[in-house]
């Protein structure tokens, strides 16, 4: 019997058969519409996704990098929480799942999930790409305004990717203030710009005053150590390309690499990595470059080499993004 299809495997099957009957320049025009109107400013009472072609092209474009970036933020969470599995999942402003499949893709299994959207055709066509995971048979698809008069029900944990940015200032602090009067755990993840960053970090400062422990990707839950205005903590994510992708951006790449900053928050006990590598590891002749954050406040880098033995080779190994050291017995260089 051959082995299920990966999460990811599946949704980039279930897209594809989404785009079947849609001409190609048809997908791409509407992929060109919709990023122009995502990269200005958005009313929050208004859905982007206007009818299934929409959805359906947008979907395509941009749930295989959603879907990658939620998963290595979930991922770095989980590592945080090695026996805790949640219960119950809450897709704020979820659109079409993507962050649903990545819940899938780090704790298989079933759960109730609930998906909210304003954009109904989101909805639907949401629910019509979850058939093929068994996962999310029962998940509830609920049309909802995200914003300021959001109610939400308990649950294990909520996600809230790529939504900050359609959200007045207001709203955004009304809905941070209602997920976290919510969840047990909140995982949040925006664009890898400057402002991306900044909304994040203002997400992060309200869940620590609701109460809340930082798990991901920051070693702590003190202030962030990067002075505002000089840099910005963002990772990135590997992604298969479609060929909407090629279509649209060009190139013969099989890939593209999805940037963004994400936290992860929790009111349970964790204990979050020593230190995170926040920039990608500089490989040179003997020696390995680490920049890390580290659990006392503070960026430093870390140069590996040689002699610190299997560290070493755990350091030409490293990702952006990883934890730092991978093993409990390792000491920081």
Partial sequence: MNDPASPADALRSSLATLLEGIPP??????????????????????????????????????????????????????????????????????????????????WPGERSVTVLDWAEPALTTGREIAAANPALKNARWQRARIGSALTLDPADLVTVSYVL?????????????????????????????????????????????????????????????????????????????????????????????EKFSYVAATRLPVTPAPARVVRKPQIRKGQVLLDLCETEPGLRRATVTKRHGDLYKAARDADWGDAWPPGEDQSLP
């Fill in 165 to 257: 940015n359609e959200l007045t200032a207001p709203d955004r602090t009304t809905l941070l203030d209602t997920v976290a009067s919510a969840a047990q755990a909140v995982v949040i993840v925006e664009p890898g710009t400057p402002d991306g960053y900044a909304r994040v970090i203002e997400a992060r400062d309200r869940l620590i005053s609701a109460g809340f422990h930082i798990a991901a990707p920051c070693p702590h839950s003190a202030d962030c150590p990067i002075v505002p205005g000089t840099d910005w903590c963002h990772f990135s994510a590997r992604v298969s390309r479609s060929s909407l992708h090629r279509q649209i951006k060009g190139g013969s790449l099989a890939y593209e690499d």
């Fill in 25 to 106: 320049r048809q997908a791409a025009q509407a992929v060109d519409r919709l990023i122009a109107t995502y990269r200005g400013a958005t009313p929050t009472d208004t859905p982007i996704l206007r009818d299934r072609a929409d959805v359906a092209a947008y979907a395509a474009y941009r749930m295989p990098a959603t879907f990658e970036a939620v998963h290595a933020a979930l991922e770095a969470f989980a590592h945080t929480m090695p026996e805790w599995t949640p219960g119950s999942h809450i897709d704020v402003g979820g659109g079409t799942g993507a962050a649903t499949w990545a819940v899938t893709a780090t």
